[in-house]
């Protein structure tokens, strides 16, 4: 039981190309390689010509902005009860 919990996190923590990558976030390639060049790169590393990035980790970078969203979110709508509008 114990090791077929183990296969199965491994079989859905792959790793994927950037091709891979950008499809599983719904985004373009071309929107993914210009993310790296970003204040906030997306968690992957080079081999050789070859971007790799691991499943799990690219869902966690993609959490910390939904979070900032939703604090964004909050913050606005205590600064418009503040203000009154």
């Known amino acids: 039981m114990r090791y077929a919990g183990r296969m199965q996190h491994e079989i859905t923590d ?18 993914l390689q210009y993310q790296l060049t970003g204040p906030h790169p997306p968690p992957g590393f080079k081999t050789g010509k070859c971007w790799l990035f ?15 969203a939703d604090l964004d979110r909050v913050v606005e709508g205590v600064v418009l009860d503040v203000v009154g509008k």
């Not at 190309?17 to 985004?27: D, F, H, P, R, W």
């Not at 691991?54 to 900032?68: I, M």
């Open 54 to 68: 691991r499943k799990s980790e690219l869902d966690r970078w993609l959490e910390q902005f939904r979070a900032s």
């Open 14 to 31: 792959c790793y994927l190309t950037l091709t891979e990558a950008a499809s599983y976030l719904s985004k373009s390639p071309r929107w």
